[in-house]
Nanobody, 126 residues
Framework: QVQLVESGGGLAQAGSSLRLSCVASGLAFSTYTMGWARQVPGKEREFVASINKSGTVVYYADSVRGRFTISRDNAKNTVYLHMNSLKPEDTAVYYC???????????????????WGQGTQVTVSS
């Protein structure tokens, strides 16, 4: 069974940093494009960042570009989201996703991902 387990969320002050981790199991990690999305109550899940299978290409939503960094360690079956200069509007549940894409490319369409974790709450206070 495929499992994606996020960790690292919590309370943070505006301007501070957090690092989220997502450990994958039950899948051939290096064959999956990985991504992060976030969701707040009453809104659709929003794409945040994606990294291709080999870790050579990354892509970010405009709202986080320049502040967040996605990375992966295929030897550890882990993808990370380094969040810097946090803002209150970053408050959301953050989800880790995996997409067995045909090409070694990033994926920015949330509905294309095959699996999602349970999420980890990030709350940013001003």
């Amino acid at each position: 069974q495929v499992q994606l387990v996020e960790s690292g969320g919590g309370l943070a002050q505006a301007g501070s940093s957090l690092r989220l981790s997502c450990v994958a199991s039950g899948l051939a990690f290096s064959t999956y494009t990985m991504g992060w999305a976030r969701q707040v109550p009453g809104k659709e899940r929003e794409f945040v960042a994606s990294i291709n299978k080999s870790g050579t290409v990354v892509y970010y939503a405009d709202s986080v570009r320049g502040r967040f960094t996605i990375s992966r360690d295929n030897a550890k079956n882990t993808v990370y989201l380094h969040m810097n200069s946090l803002k209150p509007e970053d408050t959301a549940v953050y989800y880790c996703g995996a997409d067995n894409a045909f090409w070694d490319t990033i994926v920015e369409v949330v509905d294309e991902y095959d699996y999602w974790g349970q999420g980890t709450q990030v709350t940013v206070s001003s």
